[in-house]
């Protein structure tokens, strides 16, 4: 107990004041600077994603139909395809 009494004893203390002026001084001689630069302005970023979105999904059209189905991957992409589809669900044929 009586060492750790010495050893804060033994240690100048700096009063807050310093501290205080030091920092401002430090604050004061540059000034800090937010720079706001982006590579891709938000509207390129919005149509990329879309973009993006859409390759993604006729991607995953193509292995459901093509792959995984028997058909053809790119018949996945025709109208046709879809019409027919969409005539099985309505009860038309």
Request: hydrophobic fraction near 40%; aromatic fraction near 8%.
């Amino acid at each position: 107990m009586t060492n750790e009494a010495n050893s804060e004893s033994t240690q100048p203390k700096v009063p807050q004041k310093e501290k205080k002026e030091k920092r401002s001084e430090k604050n004061n001689d540059k000034p800090m600077r937010w720079y706001n630069f982006r590579l891709f302005p938000i509207w390129l970023r919005i149509i990329l994603v879309l973009l993006l979105l859409i390759i993604a999904g006729a991607a995953g059209l193509m292995i459901g139909f093509g792959v995984i189905g028997s058909g053809e991957p790119l018949d996945a992409l025709k109208q046709e395809t879809w019409q027919h589809m969409l005539d099985i669900i309505n009860g038309k044929e």
